[in-house]
């Protein structure tokens, strides 16, 4: 009874904690979701953790689950180069295959390495076509799961089974005197992608508008505005619209580098009769694509990766609509859900107001992750660092801000921080804060208040 009436008397005494921490603030506790608890700490802080919420970005969390749930941390992707004959002189009668693979760390370098690699075949004439082969995945470029208006920015970039730097370009403005246009450079730069530069510097702000224009042999972005003559450069990811295209355009300019002619086009088309391999390229580790997308809140990765477990596990192309049965199996048992528990797990990387979860789901999600001796530290270490990296780097300043690690998340009013921290006495706890609120508040707010909130636990444990 005595040990029953401490514990007791101590949870209350932290719920008091947590509702003096709402008294002093601007926010409504109704607004909130919150699951601060530890295996070894004596206290817990638990507000409406069973309500249902829109959980914006922490909707990679299940991704980054079923990733190490059904593939291996080292798991990878292979990009080939494919023939339907043997060459003959250095030359190839027919087309070249470049079959993507899905493979999600296809930049620069490795398209560079492939290119090199295939130089091996001695093969320095091509007759026929360099044929994009995306058919790892499905053909929808752009998820009905996402929001419905398509937006020019990076995390809006089409999602292709044979993608390029994942599919986007660097845009990049420098100012030169003033009442002149501003200097426009691409990253990658290549013929495919070309620039209609009309940004002229000036004394005052930088206000930019960039916009883009699919033509049939190209694709161009129009970069209108002023440019502040005390900018040193600023820089602008845009997403590209035919993915496979832009793919093959930049492996042919790579070829073409290296002293390989190819005579024909560059096509979009299956190449699953073409059997020659010629040369190929593996991506990153799984582990390393988990960390990028957890690290940067990826929403391109995050779909990457979907549609890889459902290519892995079901024997099929890659495809959003068929990764519901693999999402129930992992969450049944991730999330410990009981028979009529529900979910709304609609958007794979929570740009969407219509995924739903608790508190309490995605802190038991956490938990299981925590006994998965098999990935956990890949897991836990993908996840931002306080102070130190990714979505976290200007979190918690002015305290020992590494004794977290969490994922984050940000929508119109939703604000939400899921992860692992670690007390004054060094005792382990698992954290979910979600915030959906009805006025729109400034962020920095409500992240304030957040840290605020873990910053007390990890104090008063």
Same mark, same amino acid.
């Given at each position: ?21 709402? %008294? ?110 995306? *058919? ?31 599919? *986007?370009?660097?845009?990049?403005? %420098? ?27 000036? %004394? ?114 890659? *495809? ?61 270490? *993908? ?23 969490? %994922? ?54």
């Amino acid at each position: 009874m005595f040990l029953i009436f401490i514990l007791s008397v101590e949870s209350f005494a932290m719920d008091q904690s947590l509702q003096q921490l709402f %008294k002093s603030s601007e926010f409504k506790e109704g607004e909130f979701s919150i699951l601060i608890q530890g295996d070894e700490t004596k206290n817990s802080y638990e507000l409406n953790s069973n309500n249902s919420r829109i959980p914006a970005s922490l909707s990679k969390l299940v991704v980054a689950g079923m990733a190490y749930h059904y593939l291996e941390p080292n798991f990878v992707w292979t990009t080939k180069l494919l023939s339907l004959s043997e060459p003959k002189n250095e030359v190839l009668k027919g087309d070249l295959c470049l079959y993507g693979g899905g493979n999600p760390s296809f930049l620069t370098e490795q398209a560079w390495v492939l290119a090199n690699n295939f130089l091996r075949s001695d093969i320095r004439k091509i007759e026929g076509d360099l044929i994009v082969d995306e *058919s790892y995945f499905d053909k929808d470029y752009f998820s009905d799961t996402r929001m419905s208006k398509r937006q020019l920015r990076a995390y809006d970039a089409p999602v292709s089974g044979a993608s390029f730097n994942w599919n *986007s370009v660097n845009i990049y403005l %420098k100012p030169g005197k003033i009442g002149e246009k501003a200097k426009a450079y691409t990253t990658p730069e290549l013929n495919y992608v070309r620039l209609n530069n009309k940004v002229i510097v000036h %004394k005052g702000r930088t206000q930019v508008q960039i916009k883009r224009l699919v033509h049939k042999d190209y694709e161009e972005f129009v970069l209108t505005g002023k440019l502040s003559h005390l900018d040193l450069e600023k820089v602008f990811y845009r997403p590209v619209q035919e993915a496979g295209r832009f793919t093959g355009e930049n492996f042919k300019e790579n070829l073409e580098k290296l002293g390989v002619s190819v005579k024909g086009k560059v096509r979009v088309s299956s190449c699953a009769a073409y059997k020659n391999e010629l040369a190929s390229v593996d991506s990153k580790e799984l582990a390393l694509v988990v960390r990028d997308m957890m690290k940067y809140s990826n929403n391109f990765l995050a779909e990457i990766l979907s549609k890889t477990i459902v290519r892995e596990k079901l024997g099929v192309e890659g *495809s959003l609509d068929k990764l519901a049965p693999l999402v129930a199996g992992y969450l049944k048992e991730a999330m410990n859900l009981a028979k009529d528990e529900t979910y709304v797990y609609r958007s794979v990387s929570g740009l969407s107001y219509k995924n739903r979860f608790s508190a309490k789901q995605l802190f038991n999600l956490l938990n299981y992750e925590k006994l998965k001796f098999s990935h956990f530290y890949e897991f836990a270490s *993908s996840l931002p660092i306080g102070g130190v990296d990714g979505t976290l780097k200007s979190r918690f300043k002015g305290f020992d801000s590494i004794r977290f690690r969490a %994922k984050t998340g940000l929508l119109n009013n939703v604000v939400s921080l899921a992860g692992y921290g670690q007390t004054k006495t060094n005792k382990n706890f698992q954290f979910v804060l979600i915030y959906n609120g009805q006025k729109s508040k400034p962020v920095w707010k409500v992240q304030q208040f957040f840290d605020k909130i873990l910053i007390d636990y990890v104090q008063k444990n």
